[in-house]
């Protein structure tokens, strides 16, 4: 941690390097979760296999494995080629995510609002062509889906 930097700061510094070794060689992710030990998403289709400890990203043969693959520190010029965060990637075994989309069109749903945000009555979703909620479990996904049915909404699992 840098002098005077708190916790926070020092997490947002980390997450944004974490970010920017993916975007230095053209890989679209997202964090997702908590800032502290986020999801890797990638092109909003997959969770990849790794997670972060401090400054080091950890990339895992499978899911929720304990088998590391690659260690990479997440420095300002971190020290691994594209080909190499290439093949690391193929060697993991990655995990799919899950997205409600409005039938169609090309909106997602990205979360929900109230009509009384104050005491939470009336939820409605929200649905947006960027940042769609992603679910780790095709089950849950799919009981996102028929509540949404359910409200009269016609969505479709990807």
Do not use: W
């Not at 947002?12 to 502290?36: A, C, H, P």
């Not at 993991?92 to 039938?103: E, I, L, Q, S, W």
């Amino acid at each position: 941690m840098r002098k005077n930097e708190s916790l926070e700061e020092m997490v947002v510094r980390r997450n944004k390097r974490l970010k920017g070794l993916f975007s230095r060689f053209g890989i679209n992710v997202r964090l997702v979760g908590d800032e502290n030990k986020p999801a890797v998403i990638k092109d909003e289709a997959i969770v990849l296999s790794c997670y972060v400890k401090n400054f080091d990203l950890h990339f895992t043969k499978e899911p929720f494995s304990d088998e590391i693959v690659k260690t990479v520190k997440l420095k300002q010029e971190p020290e691994i080629t594209k080909f190499e965060l290439f093949e690391v990637l193929e060697l993991c075994k990655h995990r799919p995510v899950f997205k409600v989309r409005m039938d169609g069109s090309d909106l997602y749903l990205v979360g929900y609002n109230y009509l009384n945000s104050e005491d939470a009555v009336g939820r409605y979703p929200v649905f947006a062509k960027h940042k769609p909620k992603v679910y780790f479990d095709y089950e849950y996904a799919q009981s996102v889906a028929e509540n949404l049915r359910t409200d009269g909404y016609s969505v479709i699992i990807e």
